[in-house]
């Protein structure tokens, strides 16, 4: 989100509000065409995503039966969501009024430090979720002594307590400044500081470590998890039904990497581009729009995900509704539940 000018050597803002290397565009880089377009798919996403997450936390909650670590997870994964979401019209804004930033230095500080701590948070929690089962399929004596509902909160917490330490730096990074000395032109950027210190370009580094590390950390765990299930006989439905929620899980995991994968190679783009041609700079800008679209789109497909694939979830899901009875979700509603659970979506 930092439009520093391409004069400066800086890397521009896209409008991506997450983060402060996804470099914008001229007024002149998209047409408004294109800008309706992408603002029509972002407002859809915004519905369907604030609908899903606000669902999600509330099946969780209300049905004491889906209380499991794995839903857990999943309830401050879809908080995290929402927060990113209900984000979304500054990010639109910008996008359509890239040098008006007229509403003060510290919402623009605040709301990029929350979109930033949010983005930590989902891919720490993705990186947990997937240890979690690893250990609940591979070792699972240890998984029912180790893996308990009190230790998977206090983990929560932690991994957010580190997300937001992570993203702290973006106090420093951002802030409103003119543009070109212009009265009464002010935009939400990457302060002059961020650049000079070498701030920004360290913090681009951290997002890329934040990315790649979990990504191979996943692809060891999800082999490993894959080669486990395939050397055992499923012997009972519980078996089954645990390859029915690494499956799930691993579709969540390869949505994570679709969705961000265009932005970082987007960026790494940007970053080798600033010296060179204008046609380079046009292409970047359209991978970092790309970008724009699918960073929604992974805060908002999760809910999607989960009533696809999870028969459990949707079951909850209904039970919610008042002119809907299920028995059997009504039964499980009052099942008693242990201190540990390890239990399958």
């Known amino acids: 989100f930092t439009d520093c000018g391409m004069g400066s050597g800086c890397l521009e803002d896209c409008g991506n509000q997450s983060h402060w290397a996804d470099w914008g565009p001229e007024p002149s880089v998209f047409s408004w065409a294109e800008l309706a377009c992408v603002t029509a798919v ?15 936390i509330l099946v969780v909650w209300l049905r004491p039966h889906l209380r499991s670590t794995t839903y857990l997870y999943l309830c401050s994964m879809a908080a995290s969501d929402l927060l990113i979401l209900l984000l979304m019209p500054l990010d639109l ?16 500080k605040v709301s990029q430090f929350l979109s930033e701590s949010c983005t930590f948070s989902t891919i720490l929690h993705i990186t947990a979720l997937s240890l979690e089962r690893y250990v609940a399929v591979c070792q699972p004596l240890t998984a029912k002594t180790l893996v308990t509902r009190a230790r998977v909160r206090a983990l ?16 420093a990074m951002v802030g409103v400044e003119e543009f ?29 470590l934040y990315f790649l ?21 499923r012997r009972c439905s519980r078996d ?21 994968l265009p932005f970082h190679v987007g960026r790494t783009f940007f970053s080798m581009s600033l010296d060179t041609s204008a046609d380079m700079y046009y292409i970047s800008q359209y991978l970092n729009l790309v970008s724009f679209v699918l960073f929604y ?14 028969a459990r979830y949707r079951h909850a899901l209904w039970s919610l509704l008042p002119s809907r009875t299920h028995s059997h979700t009504h039964r499980s509603s009052h099942t008693p539940h242990t201190q540990h659970s390890t239990a399958i979506l």
């Open 42 to 56: 972002c407002v859809l996403l915004l519905a369907l995503g604030i609908t899903g997450n606000v669902l999600t």
């Open 213 to 233: 590390v979990p990504l191979g950390i996943l692809g060891v765990v999800y082999s490993l998890i894959g080669r486990k299930l395939l050397l055992r006989p």
């Open 93 to 108: 804004y910008k996008l359509w009024n890239v040098r008006t930033w007229i509403l003060g230095d510290a919402v623009c």
């Open 297 to 310: 789109l992974s805060a908002a497909v999760n809910p999607i995900l989960y009533n696809t694939m999870s």
């Open 156 to 171: 929560i917490g932690c991994l957010w307590v580190v997300a937001v330490v992570s993203a702290g730096p973006v106090f």
């Open 180 to 208: 070109g000395g212009g009265e009464g032109v002010k935009e939400c950027r990457c302060t002059d500081y961020a650049v000079t210190s070498g701030l920004l370009r360290a913090m681009m580094w951290l997002s890329n």
């Open 240 to 260: 089954r039904a645990q390859g029915h929620t690494i499956k799930m899980l691993g579709i969540i995991v390869l949505a994570f990497v679709l969705c961000w």
